[in-house]
């Protein structure tokens, strides 16, 4: 892709915009946290935020107590 320089204003070539998706699975998220038993543990374990483990599992409807005492629905 090709944008222009807001500094010089020449055509710059770039490879994308933004960071790329991250992609963990909703297992390796669950399987951290049961092992960890702690979210901060687990985000620093996946390479990933607090918030980014939170949105997984509220996209499956779960949410981090049930998955750390291993209820499931």
């Known amino acids: ?3 222009e320089c807001p ?3 020449k ?3 770039v490879d994308g ?3 790329k998706p991250l992609n963990i699975p909703l ?3 669950c399987e951290s946290l049961r092992s960890h038993r702690s979210m901060v ?3 620093k374990e996946l390479g990933c935020s607090e918030g980014y483990i939170f949105g997984v599992l509220k996209a499956s409807r779960l949410k981090v107590k049930d998955v750390i005492e ?3 629905k």
């Open 1 to 3: 892709m090709i944008v």
């Open 7 to 9: 500094h010089c204003g």
């Open 70 to 72: 291993g209820k499931s």
């Open 41 to 43: 543990a687990a985000a």
């Open 27 to 29: 297992k390796n998220v």
């Open 17 to 19: 915009l933004g960071r």
């Open 11 to 13: 055509p710059v070539v």
